[in-house]
T-cell receptor, first 112, second 113 residues
């Protein structure tokens, strides 16, 4: 089955700097890659997604890139703010049955 | 729509007791997922349903865990008997099948003492 991996498990940046979070996936049949943000004590919520026929997508300060050949995708956050501090999960949807598999998450800390 | 609704929000039970977690998906969504979240393992997929049919339960840790979806608007996750290592936050999520956003419920925080 699909295996989604995120590295590292924690990331700390200075406010205003950029943050990049990387994920890899194993199943070449995966065709949809969402990113979720989870604030402390809350539910995960979608922040951006990308489909396999697109290489890059941007929404204000966040962007996602996809490299299908290498089977990796990345989340880019520019001009980070303290409210960006949260756990970020990458995920992949695989197959006609749409199995949704998450990575283990990365804790992003933005230092004021 | 009120979103995905889970109950209870918090559950504290003694080891050996039966625990039932409930989920009401968003109306019109035909895929439902149960996840367990812990610090060590992140968001683990336990089981998911498409059109009320279990598709993949390979993530269910043991026979102590079972899940049902008797109709399109209700699902349960049952643990019997419960053990302290089952303590975690359990999330239910629903989506329209295919490549669309999954919406999460607020989760059930289970503590087994």
């Amino acid at each position: 089955g699909e295996n989604v991996e995120q590295h590292p498990s924690t990331l700390s940046v200075q406010e205003g700097d950029s943050a990049v979070i990387k994920c890899t996936y194993s199943d070449s049949a995966s065709n949809y890659f969402p990113w979720y943000k989870q604030e402390l004590g809350k539910r995960p919520q979608l922040i951006i997604d990308i489909r396999s026929n697109v290489g890059e997508k941007k929404d204000q300060r966040i962007a996602v890139t996809l490299n299908k050949t290498a089977k990796h995708f990345s989340l880019h956050i520019t001009e980070t703010q303290p409210e960006d501090s949260a756990v970020y999960f990458c995920a992949a949807i695989t197959g006609a049955n749409s199995k949704l598999t998450f990575g283990k998450g990365i804790t992003l800390s933005v230092r004021p | 729509d009120a979103g995905v609704i889970q109950s209870p929000r918090h559950e504290v039970t003694e080891m050996g007791q039966e625990v039932t977690l409930r989920c009401k998906p968003i109306s019109g969504h035909n895929s439902l997922f149960w996840y367990r979240q812990t610090m060590m393992r992140g968001l683990e997929l336990l089981i998911y349903f498409n059109n009320n049919v279990p598709i993949d339960d390979s993530g269910m840790p043991e026979d102590r865990f079972s899940a049902k979806m008797p109709n399109a608007s209700f699902s349960t996750l049952k643990i019997q008997p419960s053990e302290p290592r089952d303590s975690a936050v359990y999330f239910c999520a629903s989506k329209i099948q295919r490549n669309t956003e999954a919406f999460f419920g607020q989760g059930t925080r289970l503590t087994v003492v």
